[in-house]
DNA sequence: TGATACGATGTGACCGGTCACATCACTCGT
DNA sequence: ACGAGTGATGTGACCGGTCACATCGTATCA
């Protein structure tokens, strides 16, 4: 923009105050008398005058604006938890900043950038990987961690995550109370946090049903459908035991495998059953529809922005751990194991 | 962040130096003996120093912040031009604050927000409806129009467009030469500009091959899957003459049709043949995997930020116009006419 | 009625950089 | 040997707000 904006004193001069009058009715301040209020209200109006955000971030300290770093932007769970928390942060008067961070270089970048040069007033990292999160963000920096899962032991700020071990539990104990015994599981990437906790939810419901986990039928996968149906291909035709149900760590690879099922010719769910996580909106038009864990992402990232606003407002350190639970969508991807049917299939 | 940082008043009486020539070392000015220099680096590295992004913007007049506006960011589309040119503007210092205007009340309270109060230089403005998309766009603020639709008539800044108009004729000519002749349209909202202009290329197709338009059947979607199926339905159950071939403008749109065909125990392609547009990575993995045009977001957001930059940067108000061509992706939702299966099908 | 208090308003300094220009030392040409 | 020219460095003002405090007028109370 070419500077020749009008200045706070040019409304001062117009309005024949001082600029600290038209500052304190600019920022609804309470003394001052209706009359001139009103007066230089009337010259803001005329002059066209809007308050030059980067001088009064300047002159205050702080800049109104808030960070959100994730591994990138497309994806679908991430880019909901960025637009929940972007509602949140411009309902309360503050700008969310969203920035994808691939690589810990990067990160450490936007750091220098966005926090050291006091860009941006706090920061909403979603870092899903195991190492610390907090490695590399400046002490002092309101933060909070959304959505990476849950690291039980950070230090500063607080975090919002998916219960990611009653996900597990809940979608493993779906498949058991339909008769299931031998149960499959593709992971994401095993460095992510919340790859391990669901595991763990899948461990846990096996053992509390008295099943044993078999580690031939836990495969890794790298969240994407290719990945999902590739291994789903080479799980089903050169494994000795072939699973009767399939957990899926979430939807896109979840299709993955419905496709590579579909080439194979198998009947899902009557041969197979598939749960997925996540619930994305073409969840319900997969073939067959996928029964799959309802994620509240926007919430996440409302719920992020609430708390990071409040501990930059009230500049106490927050130390909140929130979770969010998900809900199972059954829908036509998973269904009672039958006996014979199996047993057709193992040949 | 608390105010506690060093400031280039601090390097500079470490190092011995006055604040300007500390000010020539960090913007890489020549001006200074490589032995103060030296001894400016390292009173920096001592001291922890990271300029202040606000005082700098300050002191410039400019920030060095680019926003792109869009109506969502969870739409894979609009995700992926936004990585596009978040990613150029980082690899030139700039940085994009991505921001959602569902409505036109948002985006006039952003415009006074980001430019008026000159939080940002510059603006990508993805805007697919057809009312004026320069509207309310504050004159002299270098902006691109990105993805929304060539607005040919537009007064202000440079636009980056997909070419819908060749991508509905590419998407028709596909089906005609695979021989049908009675072809239906699935839309988007037709207040949309690529709407019509993918409207206008299926036309143009059409009449190019000497076939007349049904337009009982094109019918206008919401570009939700769900919209996709609804109005397939409704269209195979109570059309009098059903098509044989559907373009469907986009892919979400397309699944919700291939997940009604699939209901109504439609053969996909034998009975009928479906070609989407977008390309959505999971695209290969509906069932059958989906023809498709595929369209590089990334480069539209690319693009947009590069014009956008040397905009600001020259200060020259940049009036080109780019157009980027959808590349067409053969799957299996496509296949020749088959005139027996089609005559059986009609009753 | 005068000291006090308080509400409305104005003033100077400041936030942390950069700009334009001044200053200074030193080399070069004649 | 002296003025001009050149490169390195320093100084004051400024960007456009806000903060802390000063000032002024008037209502309140003893």
Redesign the interface.
């Known amino acids: 923009?070419?500077?020749s904006?009008v200045t706070i004193r040019d409304v001062a001069s117009y309005a024949g105050v001082s600029r600290q009058t038209v500052s304190r009715v600019i920022n609804a301040s309470e003394k001052v008398t209706s009359e001139t209020r009103a007066r230089v209200l009337a010259a803001i109006e005329q002059l066209g005058y809007?308050?030059?955000?980067?001088?009064r971030?300047?002159a205050r300290?702080r800049?109104g604006m808030l960070a959100c770093i994730a591994p990138?932007?497309?994806d679908?769970t991430f880019?909901?938890i960025?637009?929940g928390a972007?509602a949140v942060a411009?309902s309360q008067g503050y700008?969310?900043?969203?920035?994808?961070a691939p690589d810990g270089e990067t990160f450490d970048y936007l750091m220098?950038?966005?926090?050291?040069?006091?860009?941006v007033?706090g920061l909403i990292v979603i870092q899903p990987y195991i190492e610390d999160p907090s490695h590399g963000v400046?002490a002092?920096?309101p933060t909070i961690f959304a959505g990476g899962g849950a690291h039980a032991n950070q230090q500063v700020g607080g975090s919002v995550v998916l219960d990611d071990m009653a996900a597990g539990y809940t979608a493993t104990k779906h498949l058991i109370q339909l008769g299931h015994q031998s149960i499959g599981m593709i992971t994401g990437p095993l460095g992510e946090v919340c790859v391990q906790n669901r595991m763990t939810g899948f461990e846990n419901a096996l053992e509390d049903s008295g099943l044993e986990s078999n580690p031939e039928l836990i495969v890794e996968g790298d969240w994407?459908?290719s990945s999902g149906?590739h291994i789903f291909r080479e799980l089903w035709l050169n494994r000795e035991n072939r699973p009767t149900a399939l957990f899926v760590q979430n939807d896109?690879m979840a299709?993955?495998v419905?496709?590579a099922a579909?080439e194979l010719a198998l009947h899902i769910p009557e041969q197979l059953s598939i749960i997925g996580i996540d619930d994305i909106?073409?969840a319900?038009?997969?073939?067959p529809?996928l029964t799959t864990l309802r994620q509240d992402f926007a919430e996440i990232g409302r719920s992020a922005a609430r708390m990071l606003i409040s501990a930059i407002e009230q500049k106490q350190t927050l130390q909140r751990h929130e979770q969010i639970e998900a809900a199972l969508i059954q829908r036509q991807s998973t269904g009672r194991y039958h006996k014979k049917v199996a047993l057709n299939q193992a040949f």
Chains 1, 2 share one sequence.
């Open positions: 923009m070419p500077r904006k809007q308050p030059n955000a980067v001088a971030s300047m300290g800049t990138n932007v497309t679908y880019a909901t960025i637009e972007q411009r700008f969310l900043l969203s920035t994808t220098d950038q966005l926090v050291k040069s006091g860009r007033d400046p002092g920096c994407t459908a149906y896109s299709v993955g419905l496709h579909e909106p073409l319900p038009y997969f073939h529809p």
